[in-house]
Nanobody, 116 residues
Framework: VEPVESGGGLVQAGGSLRVSCKAS???????????WGWFRQPPGKQRELVAS???????NYADSVKGRFTISRDSARKMVYLEMNSLKPEDTAVYYC????????WGQGTQVTVSS
């Protein structure tokens, strides 16, 4: 089982994007029972956690995105979203979702490119 990410693209600095993660192949109890995270891997760098949401919808953000990104989840659809505003060139990366503990296989990710 691996998530399917979508919604990336090319955007100018200061713009917005919403990326989505579909975990439809996960059983509902697995989705609801886990904390989920959005991760990103910039070119030539390690993958890093940028946002997380618990099954109680408590959220946490990396300092670099705090105040600009918002993570949310839809249990009925087994979807996790990341709303990204005021994008910066340094946000350029492939974005992935997974359980916070990274228990699923990694998906293909979705490319986000922010031009200056």
């Amino acid at each position: 089982v691996e998530p399917v990410e979508s919604g990336g693209g090319l955007v100018q600095a200061g713009g917005s994007l919403r990326v989505s993660c579909k975990a439809s192949r996960a059983i509902t109890s697995f989705f609801n029972g886990n904390n989920w995270g959005w991760f990103r891997q910039p070119p030539g760098k390690q993958r890093e956690l940028v946002a997380s949401i618990t099954n109680a919808r408590s959220t946490n953000y990396a300092d670099s995105v705090k105040g600009r990104f918002t993570i949310s989840r839809d249990s009925a659809r087994k979807m996790v979203y990341l709303e990204m505003n005021s994008l910066k060139p340094e946000d350029t990366a492939v974005y992935y979702c997974n359980t916070l503990e990274q228990t699923l296989n990694w998906g293909q990710g979705t490319q986000v490119t922010v031009s200056s």
